[in-house]
């Protein structure tokens, strides 16, 4: 495409027309050098770049992952995210066991391939660069991070559950159940979190959002997929995290609080985190608490695959639906 072809299709489909030199990047290589009103030029497509997208949780709130890109397909003016090729690993501690995780640009084109048209995933392409680095362009999603939406429910935690928790279950069934068809591929997620599911503002789907990490744990190939799940139904049904020098600044009744906990109560993963649920909401049914426990500190014994625990979330929700039905006059 030619310099004026491209000015007038980003003048059509930016607010702001473009001053200055065009500036068209064919190698994403150091995609740190490339800034605001940049041209990516992939497979042929170009895309005009806004910004990159920003780290929402753990401290890093606003940072900026100059390896996420915001553009603009000048093709039709839709909103893209691009995600460049960028490598980094980390040792996860999970108990006395030592995971492996790292990012796999490779891995998250599969998914993309194998889930293409389930609404239940983000959607996009694989495109490489002109030196064959492995580009995602991703649909943007528009909604709200699970994590936000939970955190920003106005009301007690009674009432939440009795109320609001029920339909979040429901949802989060079926948005578990798109972990267990990727799981029934042999793929993992990889990075399960609060703030990887969006609340698709038009369907009301929750979506699946940023996979482009695995791990290695032979012992439990599906083991760190299933306590990310763990950790979304903890903050679900806790309508937030509850940590240890929370209760504590409580003042007396936080002290009383604590002198029940015992180490078995914990989450295995954030040592200061309560797991055991039903000691701080005694409403909070047998069931549901067991299947927290699984994920403590004192857990014997542990998922290993997502049909176990849907199937101990399904029973949950029919024991729950039976009560409420005794409950309706």
């Not at 042929?44 to 390896?67: A, I, N, Q």
């Not at 993963?269 to 701080?280: A, D, G, M, S, Y």
Request: proline letters at 4%.
């Amino acid at each position: 495409m030619r310099e004026s072809e491209l000015r007038e299709k980003i003048e059509q489909h930016s607010r702001f027309p473009l001053r200055g030199k065009l500036n068209v990047i064919t190698d994403t290589t150091q995609f740190m050098g490339i800034r605001s009103d940049d041209v990516l030029e992939l497979g042929g497509s170009f895309y005009l770049v806004k910004g990159e997208e920003v780290e929402g949780r753990f401290g890093l709130d606003g940072e900026p992952k100059f390896w996420v890109k915001r553009a603009i397909d000048l093709s039709d003016g839709s909103v893209k995210i691009i995600k460049l090729v960028f490598h980094e690993s980390f040792v996860m501690q999970l108990g006395i066991q030592q995971i492996k995780c790292f990012r796999s640009p490779r891995k998250e084109s599969r998914i993309l391939e194998k889930t293409r048209g389930d609404p239940f995933f983000m959607q996009g392409f694989t495109v490489p660069d002109s030196v064959g680095n492995i580009v995602r362009v991703i649909d943007r999603i528009y909604g709200v991070r699970y994590y936000d939406y939970i955190l920003d429910l106005a009301l007690d935690h009674e009432t939440y559950f009795h109320q609001h928790f029920p339909v979040l279950l429901r949802n989060l069934l079926l948005c578990f159940r798109a972990i267990q068809r990727l799981h029934k591929m042999e793929e993992l997620h990889g990075d399960i979190r609060n703030d990887h599911i969006i609340i698709d503002r038009e369907s009301g789907i929750y979506r699946w959002i940023d996979f482009d990490y695995t791990y290695e744990w032979s012992e439990n190939p599906f083991g760190v997929d299933l306590f990310g799940l763990g950790n979304i139904l903890l903050l679900t049904l806790g309508k937030g995290f509850h940590n240890l020098p929370d209760i504590a600044a409580c003042g007396p009744s936080g002290m009383e609080t604590i002198s029940c906990l015992t180490p078995s109560d914990f989450s295995l993963i954030f040592r200061n985190r309560i797991i055991n649920l039903q000691k701080l909401f005694p409403y909070i049914p047998d069931g549901l608490n067991q299947v927290m426990l699984h994920f403590s500190h004192g857990a014997e014994v542990f998922y290993e695959k997502t049909e176990e625990l849907l199937g101990d979330l399904e029973a949950c929700e029919a024991e729950m639906a039976c009560g409420r039905d005794v409950e309706d006059p």
